[in-house]
């Protein structure tokens, strides 16, 4: 099966998160997988959350090559399609359905990629798959294959099929989810100087955060280190002094920037007016040297792909390699994908066609030249 019609298959598969449902899919892409000599697990971290591992025994003693990737997708959102999102239908070069770009193109073309090279190479490819259930809700897959060590192998080198246009990124940020807290008294609104407005005390303590300034150099591919308040929510009625608030942060981190640090500058932004009430993600940055040999390869292999060597990038979102890279033995690794940022999250999602068959194709001498 091609990379194409293997995208419409899975674009036809509902794996919105939540619930996610992954299963189906899953074991789809097992069989198929199967079918050509892989061998496979199966790990739900709950119900019908599954997450496919597969790979070769390949007939070198060298590491495999690991390549990973998400089988869920976000909500429809309430904008309606002007196309169904589960059809993947074709309207010259664009590729129209729910997880086109993010990221089942990714994962498509890199299965049948997969599959070629283990055709190509007899079976003695050494190549590894990791598809995951609940990355959109902060790599939950990942972290639970993170904490099962014995189910993932050190590997020699990954490659991630997030959202790049094809360009290989060689890192991307970390990120701290946050929700923060302040506490005031309630009374009523007549005679405000009897309570605590808690709000007032949130507003205070999200001026401070938003002046906040990390002290660390930029990072040459990934720049600074950004925060962001994203919901807020306080009181009860408009005529009571709102006893409560809470707010939620997002900080976006850079390699050489330790979380640890993070909580306690907040932590002291924050002062009298709030507290942090709940940690709810920490993914650490991922980056790899440039000039790592095996990144040289991949920059060398999508050269005449792309029709110009590619300049060291970073991206800004994170993935489940902020998980999967300490797991796998701290291995080289890059972000490489047809999907476009531009077009993910959003109604009528599309992958241009054109991208996920280049996908497939560099995978494949990805996958050759580190077998060869």
Known sequence: ??????????????????PGQECACARFLGGLLEKAG????YL??????????????????????????HLDTVPLGVIPWSRDPFSGSIE???????????????????????????CASHGKANIMLILTAGEEAGCQGAFFLAQTAQQLPPVGALVVGEPTLNHPCIAHKGVIWLDVQADGVAAH???????VNAIYKAARAILRLQALSFPTPNNPVLGAPTLNIGTIAGGNAINIVPERAIFTVDIRTIPGQPHAAIYRQVEDCLGDDARISKRRL????????????????????????LKARPAPRGINYFTDASALVPALGNPPAVILGPGDLERIHKTDEYCLVSNIEIAEEAYYQIMMRWNS
């Open 1 to 18: 099966m091609n990379a194409i019609d293997l995208t419409r298959r899975l674009v036809a598969m509902k794996t919105i998160n939540p």
């Open 38 to 41: 892989f061998k496979t697990r």
């Open 44 to 69: 739900e971290f709950a119900e019908a959350r599954t997450c496919l591992i597969a790979w070769t025994d390949g007939q070198d003693e060298r590491r495999p090559i690991c390549f990973s990737g």
């Open 92 to 118: 010259g070069d664009k590729l129209y359905g729910l997880g086109a770009s993010d990221m089942k193109g990714g994962v498509a073309a890199m299965v049948a990629a997969a599959l070629r090279a283990t």
């Open 189 to 195: 609104a007549s005679v405000p100087d009897k309570g």
């Open 282 to 305: 920490d993914c650490p940055p991922v980056e790899t040297d440039a000039n790592h040999p095996w990144i040289q390869d991949v920059f060398g292999i999508m050269e005449p792909i």
